[in-house]
């Protein structure tokens, strides 16, 4: 029970890279699949899907991350421009 509550709130945000990098290896072994390990263990087949699908995360996420910082910086500026219009535009009615 306990460690299904470990697995269901994993903070998939933030594995660290040696996390990910030892459990790459373990995905790239022929013999980490799904349908192999299902032969065996309906539970050890969840357990590989889910390592599976956090490493891919992990791996897609490291990516992600630096743009969406670079997406939330430029919609700050934006926001901020607009702000800088919209006070333009004012005084120019005034005019």
Not at 24 to 32: L, M, S, T, V
Not at 63 to 69: C, I, L, Q, Y
């Amino acid at each position: 029970s306990n460690f299904i509550k470990t697995v269901i709130n994993f903070d998939k945000n933030n594995v660290p890279d040696r996390v990910l990098k030892r459990i790459g290896q373990y995905c790239r072994h022929a013999d980490f699949q799904p349908g192999i390990i299902g032969k065996v263990s309906l539970a050890a087949k969840s357990l590989c899907m889910w390592v599976r699908a956090i490493e891919m995360y992990g791996r897609v996420y490291k990516e992600v991350e630096p743009k969406r910082a670079q997406l939330n910086a430029a919609l700050s500026q934006l926001a901020d421009k607009q702000e800088a219009l919209s006070q333009a535009q004012s005084k120019l009615q005034e005019v």
